[in-house]
């Protein structure tokens, strides 16, 4: 049987810890509501997946390529929908909202580092 009593020893997780296993399950969390909510109503189900996926960081030519899709399908719908070509923009400007926020987590975890000892031994994150 498992114990489920951890020693005070175990149960401290490092900000870094903390902060990818916070990032997962954001990352994992947005995944799930997109897929379940029609985040943009008006367009097809196809083009809400094509969104879900350059959201995700996938180029054009890799979400297209996701959907079965010639490489050009997502510049035609951008040039010919302009609801499409909207959700897009709105996508672009979320998605350069998390690469921002990405770039500042690790910046905390040096300011951390450079406060504690160098003899003290670096733990190693376990969720990665």
């Known amino acids: 049987m498992i114990n489920l009593l951890e ?10 810890q903390y902060q990818s296993a916070l990032k997962i ?3 994992e969390l947005l995944k ?5 909510e029609n985040r943009y ?3 097809t189900d196809e083009k809400n997946t094509a969104l879900v ?26 040039k010919n929908d302009p609801k499409f070509k909207q959700a897009l ?3 672009k400007m979320e998605r350069q909202k998390f690469i921002r926020l990405q770039a500042l987590l690790p910046q905390s975890g040096n300011e951390e580092k450079t406060s504690t000892s160098e003899n003290v031994e670096e733990i190693k994150d ?3």
């Open 32 to 36: 799930r509501r997109e897929i379940i």
């Open 41 to 43: 109503p008006g367009l």
């Open 53 to 78: 996926f350059i959201k995700e960081g996938r180029s054009y030519r890799r979400a297209a390529k996701a959907l079965g899709k010639n490489h050009t399908i997502i510049t035609q719908w951008l």
């Open 7 to 16: 020693t005070k020893e175990e149960s401290i997780w490092t900000s870094e």
């Open 126 to 128: 376990p969720i990665t």
């Open 89 to 91: 923009e709105e996508v």
């Open 25 to 27: 399950f954001a990352q």
